[in-house]
């Protein structure tokens, strides 16, 4: 089965902190996604990375970064947090050509 | 804006009840169809999905068929559990085979 693992489950931070949150999945999947979930809202990409070093902004990159430096991680990046990014933060993978993802258990973050 | 439009929730139904959850989408093609469900505090796991028109992804005792006319996949159960407790989001294939898009999710809930 595939797995993909999040770092924290629940993080709490201040406003202006630094934020990393990790993703690593153990399928060789080339392609990555970080979403964020809020009621009534559903998923929303911020962003995805179809291979080491590349990346593509999702529908809502703004004030987020993202680092892949291996295939198997995915790190999302809060330059400087702010309390509208409290939200649960999901990632994904996906194997090339295939259209199934799989998703991690989610980190929930709360920005004071 | 948002291509998936499911019926918002909750969903409140009483245990062996029998369950319609509406999704229509918007596309220019024929993408794949998904429902994805999220337990309480878990990320989102694949329930079933179709890639073609009239096929019908079933699992777990769910089913939706892929309705071209109507650009539908509505979820059915014909005996809901207590455990069946969860929200559930529709998706389809974005513009690439690996993107989904998805939409806002239906909770559902279901009484003893």
């Known amino acids: 089965d595939v797995k993909v693992t999040q770092s924290s489950r629940y993080l709490v931070k201040r406003t202006g902190e630094k934020v990393f949150l990790e993703c690593v999945q153990d399928?060789?999947?080339?392609?990555m996604f970080w979403y964020r979930q809020d009621p009534g809202l559903g998923l929303r990409l911020i962003y995805f990375?179809?291979?080491?070093?590349?990346?593509e902004k999702g529908d809502i990159p703004e004030g987020y970064s993202v680092s892949r430096e291996k295939k198997e991680r995915f790190s999302l990046i809060l330059e400087s947090a702010s309390t509208n990014q409290t939200s649960m933060y999901l990632c994904?993978?996906?194997?090339?050509?295939?259209?199934?993802?799989?998703f991690g258990p989610g980190t929930r973050l709360t920005v004071l | 804006g948002n291509s998936v439009t499911q019926m918002e929730g909750p969903v409140t139904l009483s245990e062996e009840a029998f369950l319609t959850i509406n999704c229509t989408y918007t596309?220019?093609?024929?993408?794949?169809l998904f429902w994805y469900v999220q337990y309480p505090g878990e990320g989102l796991q694949l329930l079933l999905k179709?890639?073609?028109?009239?096929d019908k992804g079933s699992n777990k005792g769910f089913e939706a068929t892929y309705r071209k006319e109507t650009t539908s996949f509505h979820l059915e159960k014909g005996s809901v559990q207590v455990s069946d407790s969860a929200v559930y989001f529709c998706?389809?294939?974005?513009?690439?085979?690996?993107?989904?898009?998805f939409g806002s999710g239906t909770r559902l809930l279901v009484r003893p």
């Open positions: 399928m060789d999947h080339e392609n």
């Open positions: 998706a389809r294939g974005g513009d690439s085979s690996y993107k989904l898009i």
């Open positions: 596309a220019t093609g024929y993408p794949s």
């Open positions: 994904a993978s996906v194997a090339g050509g295939s259209d199934t993802q799989y």
């Open positions: 990375s179809y291979d080491v070093k590349m990346k």
């Open positions: 179709a890639t073609k028109a009239d």
